[in-house]
């Protein structure tokens, strides 16, 4: 039997004692050759904790999976492996398909996250680690009595990236708005005002001061202005999923709700939807036709600007371009 | 004497004594029947420092304010008992009037704030919990010198509410965005972008990913966009405090300056201020008249766009809406 | 030999013992003085790397530095004397320039940055502090199994302010939302929302719900709206360097492209880019001439809006004001 994804990792359980956060050091997508066999030979599909002891066989044929680390801490120890890239079933589940988006083993939208919100609780994240909500304010005040730290950063299903995985060759300004399952490719910087929610992301080199919405992917060489927004098919943006192909920029304070192609901008300051009106302009400035922007996704070498003196929206490009946007329509 | 509010907690003092921060792990508002007795009869109205050997009777006669707790520890308490909502003269009671909200126990703008600023102190929020600013640079040499933790999360008045307690059925993307004294409906989800200051709040259930200035309030299955504005009274707002109905949608990077009834919509990108002038168009596309916006304020079923050819700003609504609307502003 | 700029501080090294992270408690510009002359005569000159015996002379000779305190721990302690306002050459003379700014010691864009980034690494700021990011994942799964606290905060070149410095007399609500190297005037309030980038800030007093982005600075009196934003040299606003004067505001949601004088406003949500072409209106309502936003810059007394009902982006001043800005210009 295959293995679609593997890890080994560290999970934390409320007082109930179900698990509530995972943490896999170095969790695998598809691996081959002895150590796919390793794996197979010595795992079974599915959820399982198991003691460190349980693990000694696959340590030693399975190296690099930060396995020999864990089976020194006397603690149990949640082992996923999936056969396949079906519906999540399991709280560990969710959390490795997480990792494996944040490790860059897999592009966002690519991975089976269906069942991904039944199967993550939503989580107190704080000082002490992942806590049950209803266990909050008895440790509080335990907490305050004893002027001991507690400080409670987040109430989510999602925790922070970067207390699971740092990829390497990024800047996070504050980490804290980057889901684990956010992708943040090679050269990717993230300022203050950015945000990447899981399953989104980066392909890098990129600059983000705005919102990378569920499901959106921004290419090489792109940028999102300070506040500028991407519309999420999670938050009312409807059935289009929105992305920026390459070189584009969308200025701050814009955002967009349509895909782009290469080389888009749209100015500061605008918004464009996909009801949006658009008078198409010409190299020659001459209006070529008036649609709507959902008739312009995908479409490249795109320029969005409100006029300034009519307070009309327009889309200044070429002939060139709008005879390859006709034809990507009509392909659809 | 009755009890307006009433609560026992830990307090934290600076170096020259005086109480800088607050935490009531179980706040009471107009306690009735047998607690009420006993705490009219074990407690003396106003703000008081007392040792845990002078509450053994209220706690005895109180169950359920986690004084028991609170008792075994050897430390100095603080105990507030309002008999009225007056104006505020200590910083006790003004973290009680917070937590008084942030408990859904007093909507926002239903508690007499006059005098918060006053008695609130701006403290550091540091990982060793409330620190006179003044302190801080010894502070912070001696931790380096030692390689200890010690991080200085904010400096401010308010304290983020997470700290102090977490609704039940919340989601918080960053605590740090939600101050005490913020009212979180059950099924609010506060995004990344999202904040909401002291005296305001949702009613809940509502996605918030924009800000929620003080004094405004979100009504059930309203939303407020990324990065989405309401208009504070502190903030230039003026007189018109604002407000959303029920299931009204202000879209990603608009705002509104002017309360909303239920089911408005204002679209992504677009500011409505008291001041815009608007072009109310009814069911037929006509034009009735146009208004400033601040006529419109609390008006329902309107939907706020800029006409994305004249970049004229529009309400469409209906005959009805119009007529109900009329109606709303001749009371007034 | 002048000194131009002088400190002693905790240094933070990398595995491979490069240092990465500088505290400065008491940072010195151009002393004078017997201050110094004792720095003058006891020390030397550059980037060095001490024992806290090496410098007792000069801590005999310089009180007010945090010597004394640094003394007593035994550990190596990072010295730095600046001759002159050189191109930085080392990490710690980084953190000192940034230190000089956030200390108040020295203005926004005054300052010779030529070579912070080349001399900044990227480094994990986390609970244990700085850490290089390739030592984390080690450092997470043994915290992870220990249930020991590991947070990551930031992964960046620059660290927060307020792990450095906090100026007397401001509010920040979310400290990782300003960089070290901010200059935050007295009766500066940064809101959550808020964000200062290094060497960029304001005078005091201010309210900043918006972005402050490099190299722009804000006048006394002046807010900058929820969301507001700034252009920055660093972010594609090409050669302008934005500020504002006295009594602005950019409202929220809006933005500027261009340096504003004193008394000038931009209505919430509309942003005005160097290209912006813009219809000057006198205070007869009469259209003076129409401009590109670039030929406003700098100028005073000027309000700007887009029309509600006609779109037009418009300035609307008075003829004082016109005149002063041709001339304004006309020196240019």
Known sequence: MSTFAFAVG??????????????????????????????????????HIMRPGDLTELARHAAGLGIDTMLEADRPLVVVRLTEDADITTTPEAFLKLHLISHRLALPNTLNLEGIFANLATVAWTSRGAVDPADLT??????????????????????????????????????????????????????????????SGTIGPNMVEGRVSQGVILGEDSDLGGGASTMGTLSGGGEIKVSLGRN??????????????????????????????????????????????????????????????TGEVQCRTNRNAIALNEQLHAHN
């Open 10 to 47: 560290v999970p934390t359980h409320n007082r109930s004692g179900d698990i509530i956060d995972c943490f896999f050091p170095a969790p695998l997508k598809e691996p081959s050759g002895d150590l796919a066999a390793a794996i197979g030979a010595h795992s079974t599909p599915g959820t």
């Open 138 to 199: 008895a440790l509080q005040l335990e907490a305050r009595l004893r002027d001991e730290y507690f400080e409670v950063m987040s109430v989510d299903k999602f925790p922070k990236m970067t207390n699971y995985v740092i990829p390497s060759g990024v800047r996070i300004a504050d980490s804290s708005r980057i889901r684990l399952g956010a992708f943040l490719g090679e050269g990717t910087t993230v300022m203050p005002s950015g945000a990447v929610n899981f399953n």
């Open 248 to 309: 584009c920029l969308v200025g701050a304070n814009g955002g967009t709700g349509i895909p782009l192609g290469d080389r888009c901008s749209i100015e500061a300051g605008l918004y464009i939807t996909a009801g949006t009106l658009v008078s198409v302009i010409d190299e020659y400035g001459d209006t070529v036709h008036t649609v709507k922007a959902r008739e312009l996704a995908g479409g490249s070498d795109m320029l969005f600007i409100r006029h300034s003196h």
